[in-house]
């Protein structure tokens, strides 16, 4: 009984809007009749209900059902329920016609009232409608009048505007004004908030409206822009947020509505990869994927895309226990449809891969584990080799043997010239992949990109973690670049290569101009709300071991060529005797049993020729510990 009550109640708003409707088309047909036959000397009698009112209500309410306009709310209302009251109003019109056609011929209805019905009815209809919202919208704006922050909005666009609606919605927010550069807004209101300026003008409007906040609704800049609009933000020493952008929404890094900070990839100069996500999801819907290091800031996000784009099973390798495990229950609450196999171990362990192998029986195995710290690997060669290359020697292996559709290995720009053990044992791992190659067989790809933001060990997290305690904030070289790119962008990156189809195929991003480290951590800097030089000092220490000053994205003997996705360029394969590579498994598998460090030198320089450690022919820059105070004009990232 109390079901069904609390059913029939919720169900009373609906069906109070829907006798108002038909009122409502019951109050206009009269009308317009009386108004039409009033202008004559002798009117016919109109009868308050007739057969042909109850059609009149009948046809226009089936309508009404139809074009959906009871799946809305009054609290809501805009200007597309507007327009779907307008098209429910014509097309009832039309009904209407057709009904009294067949009941009457349409005898004694004037063609008047039929050219005035939809416009007339669309007015009753609508003002209601906005008239209840501006009524609720109006009691929240008083009940949080007072105490709440004083809002200046950047941006008088479709953004803006929304987020206008949504601030009053919330209620803790008065927004008191819109600066933006379009002349032809100047002077105009936006949802009654009047635009008061440009964004160089916010300093100054700020004070004069007493504004506590700022927000950036321009979620479709681009970086230039960006940064030009953070530096006018920073002038005025407020608080300042920003609309998320559409794509972060979509892929849930943000909610709708929600502020969030700037971010450091806001700023990066280069506009984020769109990836041809039906090319994926054709990929990959259906299919069983196995990740190795799926712990990691690379493996956890590319677990995490390949559950929100179609695949069925995904199984985790990982050797850190607390990693897959969050991995795992990150998956299965926000995936529960996805099988989630984890295994802990290492991928290096031919018995656990095979396992895992046999156990799930994979169409594609993404390569993610991985050691990857520079300056640490220097001094750690045989674990670098162990994990970076033989590792993927059994992997890719036992890809092979168990008819694995497509290994992935996942790759950095160190690989290109490398400089350091990072980067040869990437190159080698590569190589060894490519020497496995067989278009019979499992189809072997390479993924190369840059530094990625906010990766574990990555240099975002270190600069956060000094600007918190106050600094100083460390960097090598005042001269020192590097390619950057986020976890999502890479992972998307990962998953388009993969998806393109080519066999031996080593794919690299157009990653855009590099970025400078030091301009980086400035930037962070002022995005914490300080100032650097002033507030943080930034100190240079000098290249550490197995640094080099700039990265390259490609080497001078692979021919790259475009492929089917703009930003995503493929690379020739330099040639490689397999049997060479083979022999150099066995030892460095033979030095690494025996922990011979000085032989796995060796080794690794015999099967990478192209391996010139820095320090080699003399070290290519080295700078002396210094603090540094930027001055007033700063280049921006």
Partial sequence: ???????????????????????????????????????????????????????????????????????????????????????????????????????????????????LYPMALMALLGAPRLAYRAWKDSRIEGAHGEGSVRTLILGAGRAGEALVRDLRRVGNYQPVGFLDDAAALRGSKVQGVPVLGTVQDVAEIARETAAKLLVIAMPSADARAMQRVLAACERTGLPFRMVPRLQDILEGRSLPGELKEVAIEDLLGRKPVLPDWKSIRGWLGGRTVLVTGAGGSIGSELCRQCARHGAHRIVLIEMDEIALTTTEATLRRDFPDIECIPLLGDCGDPALTNHAMKLAEPDAVFHAAAYKQV????????????????????????????????????????????????????????????????????????????????????????????????????????????????????????????????????????????????????????????????????????????????????????????????????????????????????????????????????????????????????VEHQASTVVAFPTRNIRKI
């Fill in 1 to 115: 009984m109390s079901s069904w009550f609390d059913r029939w109640k919720s169900l009373l708003p609906r069906q109070a809007v829907v006798c108002h409707d038909l009122f409502m088309v019951w109050l206009v047909w009269q009308s317009l009749h009386r108004l039409r036959w009033g202008m004559v000397s002798h009117p016919p009698e109109i009868p308050l209900w007739s057969t042909e009112v109850a059609l009149v209500l009948i046809a226009q309410g089936l309508v009404f059902w139809q074009i959906g306009l009871y799946r809305g709310l009054w609290r809501f209302a805009s200007v597309p329920d507007l327009w779907n009251i307008l098209k429910a109003c014509v097309l009832g019109l039309f009904a209407i016609l057709l009904g009294l056609f067949l009941y009457n011929r349409l005898d004694m209805v004037p063609r008047t009232v039929l050219v």
């Fill in 375 to 618: 300056p640490l690997l220097e001094s750690q060669l045989r674990e670098a080799v162990r994990n970076n290359v033989l590792a993927t020697s059994t992997v890719a292996h036992a890809c092979r043997e168990h008819g694995v559709g497509t290994f992935v290995l996942i790759s950095t720009d160190k690989a290109v010239d490398p400089v350091n053990v990072l980067g040869a044992t990437k190159r080698l791992a590569e190589m060894t992949c490519q020497s496995l190659a067989d278009h019979r067989s499992t189809r072997f790809v390479t993924v190369r990109f840059g530094n990625v933001l906010d990766s574990a060990g990555s240099v975002v997290p270190l600069f956060r973690e000094q600007i918190r305690k106050g600094g100083p904030v460390t960097v090598t070289d005042p001269e020192v670049t590097r390619f950057f790119m986020t976890i999502p962008e890479a992972c998307q990156l990962i998953l388009q290569a993969s998806a393109i189809g080519t066999h031996e195929a080593i794919y690299t991003l157009d990653m855009g101009e590099p970025v400078p480290i030091r301009l980086l951590a400035e930037q962070m800097i002022r995005l914490a709300g300080k100032q650097p030089g002033r507030d943080i000092a930034v100190i240079y220490t000098g290249l550490r071991p197995g640094e080099k000053l700039h990265e390259t994205l490609f080497h001078a003997d692979e021919r790259y060529r475009p492929t089917a996705h703009p930003k995503i360029l493929q690379a020739e394969p330099r040639q490689v005797a397999p049997q060479v590579i083979e022999q150099a498994i066995t030892h460095l598998r033979e030095a690494s049993a025996r922990y011979d460090v000085e032989s796995l030198k060796e080794q690794l320089r015999a099967a990478v020729p192209e391996f010139e450690p820095v320090g080699s022919h003399g």
